[in-house]
């Protein structure tokens, strides 16, 4: 998907956020296949499995499944159709997620070769916050980030002061 080209910074957050909250002897349930960033995980002391690649909109077989603490969510459920319905049958009683905000001036992401790769959904802070409070989540902390680019335009101006990254930690209500 990146093709050697990893969303440094983005990781960067990710994991400084990760390890402030959950510990290495707890163990994790991904939701994703495996990629990179799983990759990272480990090699950060973490125990981490992935989801198959099913279509967690319609299978929660592997989520209900699993004995895992922690259940992580890096940028997965703006592709879902109901990200409601997969975060009320998480066991777990901790979740770090995150999600790419939507942006006031871009249109929703959309991939014309890989089917899997759009977003239903793209988030204001807000409306996750919501959606999780509604499936049973207590927001503990969460943090922001922008995104630019070294591109030259309106756009890329705008993503430099823009957050474009949300990722939050909650516990089971």
């Not at 296949?33 to 002391?45: A, D, L, T, Y």
């Not at 909109?57 to 990200?83: C, G, K, M, Q, R």
């Amino acid at each position: 998907m990146y093709e050697n080209n990893f969303p440094n910074k983005r990781y960067k957050h990710t994991l400084e956020f990760l390890q402030k909250h959950i510990n290495t002897s707890e163990s994790i349930l991904d939701l994703g296949v495996e990629n990179p960033f799983s990759e990272i995980m480990k090699s950060n002391g973490y125990q981490v499995k992935n989801t198959g690649g099913e279509d967690l909109d319609v299978d929660f077989e592997t989520i209900l499944e699993s004995n895992d603490t922690v259940v992580t969510a890096f940028e997965i459920f703006e592709h879902l159709v109901a990200p409601f319905n997969v975060l009320k049958e998480i066991k777990a009683n901790k979740l770090v997620a995150s999600i790419p905000m939507r942006l006031w001036f871009s249109s929703a992401y959309k991939s014309k070769t890989d089917l899997w790769d759009r977003h239903y959904h793209e988030f204001e802070d807000w409306q996750f916050d919501w959606l999780l409070e509604k499936a049973g989540w207590t927001i503990k902390d969460s943090a922001k980030w922008t995104n630019p680019t070294k591109k030259i335009g309106i756009r890329p101006l705008l993503r430099l002061f823009t957050n474009r990254y949300y990722i939050v930690y909650a516990e089971r209500k």
